[in-house]
């Protein structure tokens, strides 16, 4: 298979929300194009995008997936992007390495909240976009309705390209109102060629064209110029300037139809081959001698390895040839080059500079990684992957599988940077963190699948501290006697909060050798182990300055262990008296719902203890921003989908600490104590 030239090329991320019928567009081009023989559907499990397992039991694209198709000598890169929040990852991964977004619409819900988010990630990347409502024969879709929520809520500059001839279940087709064709529907069979427009849509037709004419020549002002002169612009001309307006991103052509029927897909394939910029229409991201492969893309397969999907920059790389990591400072055998369609792979020689593939088994590579032919310091730009939100804390099923089941979550987070495991230090327990819960549901669900390993999910403990809010002193002698050489150590502190309830200080104030210098760092060691442990939840303790002020040795007894003892005990009983108070962690929180859904949302945050800081509007949305504690959003990302019948998301982080009220810290030992109660039994 001969390598696509660069001008051949489209590239597009195939973006929206959950619902909208993205795979089921794709599966539609595929269809329609004669990349498959079958119009794939999801409920029967048969779409050559969602192949996984997974994304047939829940109905949904759980991660992106990479698909081609030929058009008139032209070769589009598909990449089907999931529009569920808790699998953003391969969305901003695919809108890094394409040079068109393609939102998919929803006709009756109109825009929803991942369209505004990846809309506003496009104006960041200076992409181009189009944008097909779908789902037009379902009850209550308006098309007319769609485009103007898309001029008010994304961009004044949204103008219709096709308009639906029909409407809801009386959908018959669509017409280009630019090249002035109609398309009738087949009955989910593949597109009849382009006819005559029907004599009953003549007067829309032309209204939308003439929108559409407008909003082409304003980017133009010598077409603007004869336009407004009364000269006759042709189709072919127009059509050349609009392409250049969508790659400067001044105009953004909205196409329509229904996938799941086969409806307006010809339109939107002839659109994207004929108006979508190539490779060589984009300023790159980087200027590099030879050729680069940038892996935006890593899929665990538990039998084939690794296999890294990159996007080519520079000159056409080969099959067999051996480029650089810059990031490892290792080499990289680049075997096999594979294209991708959904879950199929086929060799081939080379791919040219914007062509997208994939390569198996690299050894030190992984996303976000570049590899260079040819030596360069250059460097890729980033992605930059949102932090995950929610954390489990979980536990083999099977004792001993320990190992195995970090192992194989590790290879599941090179697939998806958004899912970090890790190992709470302060509660010891292993926690995986992923953007919601379903996105961790499924990674336990592949773990079992994929790597035939079972875990239990629970939630996470607070990891609470304990600090203090006034000094105190205590002083402790350790002596033990017991034939032979004793133990003895005696020493005298000062506690003291520090500011900010934050950090650990030991100050040396001893004066003379009361305690010899060598037996003070053991003081010091003994402090911070108390300090593992506070008297009032068993949480560790922090914020404290500790001063060493006093004490007496032996010249016989003394020893490092006794003076450790000594500390340990000390502050044990200097903490006692310095009105311990209990912390707990405050996350920042960032809400963006429906405007109908602002108060009940609100409410339900401040029954949660939250402080609301301020609300702004974000892209037809609403954004709400507070400080809540961790222990009251935990479950926060079911109370939030059932609040708002999944249109909302939130991001969040880790703020810092406070005093928990007093009827919190009572609930909190409380708890500890029976913990340990039962721990004793």
């Known amino acids: 298979m001969a390598a696509a030239e660069p001008r051949d090329i489209r590239n597009v991320a195939v973006v929206g929300h959950r619902g909208a019928g993205k795979t089921s567009l794709v599966e539609a081009m595929l269809f329609q194009s004669g990349a498959a023989s079958r119009l794939g559907t999801i409920q029967n499990g048969t779409t050559v995008s969602d192949w996984d397992e997974d994304e047939h039991h829940r109905q949904m694209s759980l991660s992106g997936s990479i698909c081609n198709v030929t058009v008139d000598g032209r070769k589009l890169n598909l990449l089907d992007t999931p529009g569920d929040a808790g699998f953003i990852a391969d969305s901003l991964a695919a809108l890094r390495v394409t040079e068109t977004a393609l939102f998919v619409i929803n006709g009756v819900a109109g825009v929803e909240v991942q369209t505004g988010r990846h809309w506003a990630r496009c104006e960041e990347l200076e992409r181009a976009r189009l944008v097909f409502v779908n789902m037009l024969d379902r009850e209550r879709a308006d098309f007319d309705t769609v485009v103007a929520a898309l001029q008010e809520q994304l961009s004044p500059a949204c103008v219709a390209l096709t308009i639906p001839i029909g409407a809801e279940h009386e959908l018959s087709g669509v017409i280009d109102v630019l090249r002035q064709r109609a398309y009738a529907a087949a009955g989910g069979d593949v597109e009849a060629a382009p006819g005559e427009i029907p004599v009953e849509e003549a007067e829309r037709v032309e209204f939308a064209r003439e929108q559409l004419i407008e909003a082409i020549v304003e980017t133009d002002e010598a077409l603007m110029e004869r336009y407004l002169e009364g000269d006759e612009l042709g189709s072919d001309e127009l059509l050349s300037t609009l392409r250049g307006a969508v790659a400067r991103g001044e105009v953004f052509p909205v196409l ?13 394939l002839e659109t994207i081959a004929e108006i979508a910029p190539s490779p060589e229409d984009v300023e790159p991201p980087i200027d590099v001698d030879g050729s680069a492969a940038f892996i935006f893309k890593t899929v665990a397969d538990p039998f084939a390895g690794r296999i890294s999907v990159f996007r080519v920059y520079g000159d056409t790389i080969a099959s067999d040839s051996t480029m650089a990591n810059t990031r490892a400072a290792t080499k990289e055998r680049v075997g096999h080059l594979l294209v991708v369609q959904g879950k199929e792979h086929a060799s081939v020689d080379g791919l040219a500079s914007g062509d997208i593939g994939a390569v198996a088994k690299l050894k030190e590579s992984t996303t976000g990684d570049l590899l260079l032919s040819t030596a360069s310091d250059v460097e890729m730009p980033p992605i930059v992957f949102p932090q995950p939100v929610m954390s489990f804390a979980l536990q083999p099923k099977e004792k001993g599988e320990e190992e195995k089941v970090i192992a194989s979550l590790r290879r599941l987070a090179e697939e998806d940077p958004t899912l970090v495991v890790r190992r709470d230090e302060r509660t010891g327990e292993q926690l995986l963190s992923g953007m919601s819960q379903v996105h961790v549901e499924v990674a336990v669900d592949r773990l079992k699948g994929r790597f035939g390993v079972e875990v239990d999910l629970h939630q996470p403990r607070v990891p609470y501290l304990e600090t203090i809010r006034k000094p105190a002193h205590a002083r402790h002698r350790y002596k033990k006697q017991t034939g032979g050489r004793g133990q003895f150590g005696e020493c005298e502190i000062v506690v003291e909060p520090r500011p900010g309830h ?4 030991f100050v040396d104030e001893i004066v003379g ?11 010091d060691k003994g402090i911070q182990e108390s300090m593992t442990s506070g008297g009032l939840a068993g949480a560790p303790v922090q914020g404290v300055t500790v001063k060493l002020v006093d004490g007496r040795h032996h010249n016989v007894d003394s020893s490092e262990m006794a003076f450790k003892i000594a500390g340990a005990v000390a502050f044990k009983e200097a903490y006692q008296k310095a009105d311990p108070v209990l912390l707990e962690p405050v996350m920042s929180l960032e809400v963006h719902v429906p405007d109908d859904s602002v108060g009940s949302v609100n409410g339900d945050l401040n029954s949660r203890r939250a402080r609301l800081l301020g609300m702004e509007p974000v ?4 954004s709400i921003k507070a400080e809540v504690p961790m222990a009251e959003i935990l479950t926060y990302s079911q109370a939030l989908t059932s609040l708002t019948g999944g249109r909302a998301d939130y991001t969040m982080a880790f703020l810092r600490y406070e005093e928990a009220p007093a009827h919190i810290a009572q609930k909190v030992m409380a708890e500890a104590q029976a913990g340990d109660a039962e721990g004793d039994a």
Do not use: K
């Open 256 to 268: 329509c139809g229904a996938a799941t029927v086969n409806v307006g897909t010809s339109a939107l």
């Open 502 to 505: 934050d950090g650990y200080e």
């Open 513 to 523: 050798g009361v305690i010899p210098q060598s037996f003070r760092p053991a003081v």
């Open 619 to 622: 892209g037809g949305m609403t």
